[in-house]
């Protein structure tokens, strides 16, 4: 019914840059919110940075200054932009949104994650 599809990731040296995207798909009713949450290997997923139910942002203390988020309502679409990239952001990138189907109740949605490797 809804799908979130990724894009954008890669291998980037450190300092480089890299820009995610996030599509949302299917029969949407509403979107709530959407962001974006990482994985590093043995490690918990962690928030990065998303849009709030509000309209709002909330950022990773480790990534605020470097990374900015930013979204295309028109096309359900949100974007990291990632900056000054180091090697502790290598990690699975995963769009995260809250959504209404039209036939659905609300839920929380997965991508199916983007590999970032900052590496030299």
């Known amino acids: 019914q809804v799908q979130l599809v990724e894009s954008g990731g890669g291998l980037v040296q450190p300092g480089g840059s890299l820009r995610l995207s996030c599509a949302a798909s299917?029969?949407?009713?509403?979107?709530?919110?959407m962001g974006w949450y990482r994985q590093a290997p043995g490690k918990q997923r962690e928030l990065v940075a998303t849009?709030?139910?509000?309209?709002?942002?909330n950022y990773a203390r480790s990534v605020k200054g470097r990374f900015t988020i930013s979204r295309d309502n028109a096309k359900n679409t949100v974007y990291l932009q990632m900056n000054s990239l180091i090697p502790e952001d290598t990690a699975v990138y995963y769009c995260?949104?809250?959504?209404?189907?039209?036939?659905?109740?609300?839920?929380?949605?997965w991508g199916q994650g983007t590999q970032v490797t900052v590496s030299s």
């Open positions: 995260n949104a809250d959504i209404r189907a039209v036939v659905l109740s609300r839920r929380t949605y």
């Open positions: 299917g029969s949407i009713f509403n979107i709530y919110a």
């Open positions: 849009f709030t139910n509000s309209g709002t942002t």
